[in-house]
């Protein structure tokens, strides 16, 4: 057999032997994601699921799907994401929402007024960011739609490009990697609304 005719079978063997580990990567991944999502949907009041590939998010509760945010825009930069539940650490904004607050002899208020007016989604931040365990970092942002949210996301695209590729590549020597995730959304009231959503210490999972 000649090698023009040896060369196309054995690239079609490779070929086939790659897809074939591809496939069971994929499978075993699948079945960690699901292992990790049946222990927080039994002991987690409410948990989240990040799907990178299907650019949702997926607020949930005992498995029942509460709230799904379509993403307009997602980034990864660092290392993979891992297969297991993740808590979220900290949400970090410029400006954070605060809860009105009444002082002694002030005039009485309705509770659930009080609780309205404290919690209104227009009080909450757009743009923000949510750290996770194991060094993952989420970033939050609406699409820039005027000139003063181009301004903003220039900056924001100026510290993705050199910024946090300097920040990685120190922490990386370090041994201590990152793995960041970039989210923009179509509008501020869904950006607003996750925000709202993620409580402190709520736990979940990012699909990849």
Known sequence: MTMRRVLPVFLAAALAVSAAAQDKISVLKDSRLVKEELALAKNAALYFVLDIKGKTIVLKAKGVVLKEWKIGKIRLWGGPPPLAALTVLKKSSLVVPQRIKIMPGEAEQESSTFELDALELKDM???YTL????????????RAK???GRIGNFGHILNWYVGLPLKNLWLYLKKKPLTMIDIAFANESEAQSLYWAMADKIKGLIAR
Request: charged share 15%; aromatic share 6%.
């Open 131 to 142: 750290i996770l365990e194991s060094r993952t970092v989420v970033y939050i942002r609406p």
């Open 125 to 127: 931040p757009a743009t």
């Open 146 to 148: 005027n000139i003063g």
